[in-house]
Every structure is written in structure tokens, then in C-alpha cells.
């Protein structure tokens, strides 16, 4: 999608936005969708969408180094600090050979490595529905979440106590029996959560309690 003429049809919309990337062809919808880099919810949308926060692609820009006067010194307050003081590091510009939306994936790919944070899917029929909360109080007003916000808290839920999982299996300070005794907590977490299970598309993507294989 990015490095391409932008259609007529995407002017102004999700397709054409430099937050827009990872576009894929989504069979379920029959269209092409892709992923909001600037945390737009929901974050995976229709190429054809459109939202207030457009902004062009091949516009966003970064700039790396402080400003400074022509002598090389700091403009404002850290020019006044204690000449002892060493002057603070300026960041490092580096070249990378890629495009915006490809630097995007493989940064997106590490920090699911290392977080052990993954996609999961949420079932179909749940998709663009509403969670309501409705009072037993007469005369309050009631709320309504989209399930989709609601199914992302959900899965980072899971994902932090996966990344809490490997914590306690790794950590070298905790014996066996600790090890043990703090799983089952992890565990018991795992199986009061199964009451979602049924947000999730994909069985693996699922919770699972004490028993459960």
C-alpha cells in the first residue's frame, strides 16, 4: 500500500494515512484492511475508513537532534546547568533501509518476542458488537464498550500473565516448590478468566484452567 500512487477512492481515509500499515486482504470482510499505528481503536480497519486523526502518508517526519545556536550550545534551560556537569548525550541518527511500514512490522515483531505478546483474533459474530452494562438502579444511565475494546484489554490481560509465567519459570532465585506454589496462582488466574473464552475465534488463543490441556 505505501509507496504507491494513492487511489481517488482512498483520499482521505485509512489507506492513504501515514499511520496506516500491514495491509492483508481480510477474506472475512471481502476487503483490505490494515493496522492503525497511532492507536486508533479498533486498530485493525478497512482501508476505506476514515477518522479525525488522517494524516497523509509521506508526511510524518521525526527530528532527532536538539536545537542549537550556532556556538553549539543547548537553547534554554539546560544551557544554565553546572559547568562540572557532563552535557547529556544527543541521540544518534541512524540510516535504516526500509520504508516506514516495514521499520513498523519488524519493531512490531521484536517487541512481541521479547513481551511474549501476540495476536489473537476475536470471533466473528462478537465483531462491531457492544458490551452493555445496564444498572439496577432505575434512572441511571447505562454503558455500553465496544466488545472489541473490551477483547483487547482481555488479550493483554492474558499476554501479561503469560510474560509473568516465564518470569517465575526463569527466575534463578526461586526454588522449585516456589516455583510451583506461584504457578498455581498463575493458574487460578488462568481458569477464573475462561468466562471470555468464548470472545476468542482461534482455541489456542484461549484461557485454560487447572486440568485443562
Known amino acids: 500500500m505505501h509507496g504507491v500512487r494513492v487511489s481517488e477512492e482512498l483520499a482521505g481515509r485509512c489507506g492513504a494515512c501515514a499511520h496506516f500499515h500491514s495491509t492483508r486482504w481480510d477474506a472475512g470482510r471481502e476487503q483490505v484492511v490494515g493496522e492503525c499505528g497511532h492507536g486508533v ?7 476505506t475508513s476514515s477518522c479525525p486523526e488522517f494524516v497523509p502518508f509521506g508526511t510524518l517526519r521525526a527530528t532527532l537532534n536538539p536545537v542549537r545556536t550556532r556556538a553549539g550550545a543547548v537553547r534554554g534551560p539546560a544551557a544554565k546547568r553546572d559547568e562540572d556537569e557532563p ?8 540510516e535504516v533501509d ?3 511500514a516495514t521499520f513498523r512490522t ?5 517487541l512481541r518476542d521479547e513481551l511474549a505478546l501476540s495476536d489473537a483474533a ?4 462478537f465483531r462491531g458488537g457492544e458490551m452493555i452494562l445496564k444498572p439496577g438502579r432505575e434512572g441511571t444511565q447505562e454503558k455500553r464498550v465496544p466488545i472489541e475494546a473490551f477483547f483487547h484489554k482481555v488479550v493483554m490481560l492474558r499476554d501479561k500473565l503469560r510474560v509473568l509465567e516465564q518470569k517465575i519459570n526463569a527466575n534463578p532465585k526461586l526454588a522449585d516448590d516456589e516455583k510451583v506454589s506461584l504457578q498455581q496462582y498463575v493458574t487460578g488466574c488462568y481458569g477464573t478468566l475462561t468466562t471470555f473464552n468464548v470472545l476468542f475465534r482461534d482455541d489456542d488463543d484461549r484461557f485454560r484452567g487447572q486440568g485443562e490441556g
Open 87 to 94: 552535557a547529556p548525550r544527543a541521540p544518534v541518527e541512524i
Open 41 to 47: 481503536w479498533p486498530r485493525v480497519r478497512p482501508q
Open 106 to 110: 519488524v519493531l512490531r515483531e521484536i
Open 98 to 100: 526500509m520504508d516506514e
Open 122 to 125: 476475536i470471533a466473528e459474530r
